[in-house]
C-alpha cells in the first residue's frame, strides 16, 4: 500500500519550535518532489513549503520564510519540516503530499499522494 505519514505536530508556545516528518511506504521517494501544505480551521489549504526530488529546489509561503526549512533524506524514505519560530497563525493540520518527478523544480500542483495530516497548535 502506498501512503505517507506525517510526524511531529503537537502543542508548543509561541516562538517555540517543531519538526515535521513526512515517510513514505510502499514506494520511494527519491523521485517524488515533496510539498508540505497547512488548512487552518476555516481557511483553504495552503502550500507551505516544497523541495525537488533531488533537494536542490526548495520553495517556501512568504510568512513562513526564514523560519521554516525543508529538507529530506532519501536514505530514510523521509522530508522534514524544520519550524521556528511559531506563531499562533500557525495553527493548522498539516499535510505532506508528493508527485513525481520534479527535478528541476518544486511545486505544490499535481500531487500524486497525499498523507492524512499532522495538528500544530501554537498558543500560550
Known amino acids: 500500500q502506498l501512503q505517507l505519514m506525517e510526524s511531529g505536530g503537537g502543542s508548543v508556545q509561541p516562538g517555540g519550535s517543531l519538526r515535521l516528518s513526512c515517510a513514505a511506504s510502499?514506494?520511494?521517494?527519491?523521485?517524488?518532489?515533496i510539498g508540505w501544505f497547512r488548512q487552518a480551521p476555516g481557511k483553504e489549504r495552503e502550500g507551505v513549503s516544497c523541495?525537488?526530488?533531488?533537494?536542490?529546489?526548495?520553495a517556501y509561503l512568504n510568512s513562513v520564510k526564514s523560519r521554516f526549512t525543508i529538507s529530506r533524506d532519501n536514505a530514510k524514505n523521509t522530508v522534514y519540516l524544520q519550524m521556528n519560530s511559531l506563531k499562533p497563525e500557525d495553527t493548522a493540520v498539516y499535510y505532506c503530499?508528493?508527485?513525481?518527478?520534479?527535478?528541476?523544480?518544486?511545486?505544490?500542483?499535481?500531487?500524486?499522494?497525499w498523507g492524512k495530516g499532522t495538528l500544530v497548535t501554537v498558543s500560550s
Open positions: 510502499g514506494f520511494t521517494l527519491d523521485s517524488y518532489g
Open positions: 523541495i525537488s526530488s533531488s533537494g536542490g529546489h526548495k
Open positions: 503530499a508528493a508527485t513525481y518527478g520534479s527535478t528541476t523544480s518544486c511545486t505544490f500542483y499535481g500531487m500524486d499522494y
